[in-house]
Nanobody
């Protein structure tokens, strides 16, 4: 499966943004999916994960309550809704097909989308 994150851009602090992870391939619904981000000069970090059916989600402590991960298997798309954007959310956001819902290890890694938060 090939993945492409999109929906980033320049956004005002306090605003919301929804990122999409578009997938090609018929096996999309078989994969657990994750979102990661990498801020300038920082290591990549896990953000959120969702299981293959969408019934389970988990989040990094740093984003709990502000980020929501979801998916629509009929559209081969996953989403990351970011609310109350902060300057520290500025990063390149990536989606990935995970080897396990509970693990950050991945089978496939997508192209990222840049989110820049202006104050």
């Amino acid at each position: 499966v090939q993945l492409q994150a999109c929906g980033g851009g320049l956004v005002q602090a306090g605003a919301s943004r929804r990122l999409s992870c578009l997938a090609s391939g018929r096996a999309f619904s078989m994969y657990n999916l994750g979102w990661f981000r990498q801020a300038p000069g920082k290591v990549r970090e896990f953000v959120a994960a969702i299981n293959w059916s969408g019934s389970l989600t988990r989040y990094a402590d740093s984003v709990k309550g502000r980020f929501t991960i979801s998916r629509d298997n009929a559209k081969n798309t996953a989403y990351l809704e970011i609310n109350t954007l902060k300057a520290e959310d500025t990063a390149v956001y990536y989606c990935a097909a995970l080897k396990s819902y509970y693990s950050d290890a991945y089978y496939y890694w997508g192209q990222g989308t840049q989110v820049t938060v202006s104050s």
